[in-house]
Each structure stands twice: as C-alpha cells, then as structure tokens.
Nanobody
Framework: QVQLVESGGGSVQAGGSLTLSCTASGSVLRIDTMGWYRQAPGEQRECVAEVTNGDSSTYAESVKGRFAISRDGRQVSLHMNNLKAEDTAVYYC?????????WGKGTLVTVSA
C-alpha cells in the first residue's frame, strides 16, 4: 500500500504563485510515475503534470511555461507561477506503480481574478 499526503494549497490572486508538495509513504519501491492531477467543479479530473522514474516530465498544454514539476525521492512538488482563475481546482497527487494507481486526498487551490 502507498499513502500520499499533499500540502501547499490555498488562495492566491491571479498572477501569483503557489507550490504544492506531496510525500509518499508505504510500499514506494519501483515507482513508475508521480504527478499532479486537478479537478474543477463540474469538470473531469485532468493530468496537470507527471514525472517518470527516468525524470522525464509531461505537462498539460494549459500549464506549459507556468508550472514546473520536480521530484526528490518520495516527494513530488508542483511549482505554479502566473496562476489564472481557470487554475482553480482541487489538486490531487498521483503515483503509478505497475497496474496500481494511488491518489492523495486532494488540496484546494483557489485563484481569484
């Protein structure tokens, strides 16, 4: 089993910055990817950014150039700059390990215009 605990959400004005962090515990050997997803009210959950075990990163088009993902062992962070109102969502930490998909409980990010 894997447990994921997120921190760093909050409220910020448009143009501001936030950093989300997630720490994994439990059976964390042989992780394939760690990343961040988000879900806005009435919307489907979408992948924001992921980093593979080989340190290759992918980003949603909507956040390229504004967000940066980094991983250090069991911790993955999402550095969010130039935040926009449309970035408002619950952000979930995700860890993929073989066929298993693990989720954190989510942290709310609210960006006011």
């Amino acid at each position: 089993q894997v447990q994921l605990v997120e921190s760093g959400g909050g409220s910020v004005q448009a143009g501001g910055s936030l950093t989300l962090s997630c720490t994994a515990s439990g059976s964390v050997l042989r992780i394939d990817t760690m990343g961040w997803y988000r879900q806005a009210p009435g919307e489907q959950r979408e992948c924001v950014a992921e980093v593979t075990n080989g340190d290759s990163s992918t980003y949603a088009e909507s956040v390229k150039g504004r967000f940066a993902i980094s991983r250090d062992g069991r911790q993955v962070s999402l550095h969010m700059n130039n935040l926009k109102a449309e970035d408002t969502a619950v952000y979930y930490c995700n860890l993929k390990k073989g066929p298993m998909n693990y989720w954190g409980k989510g942290t709310l990010v609210t960006v006011s215009a």
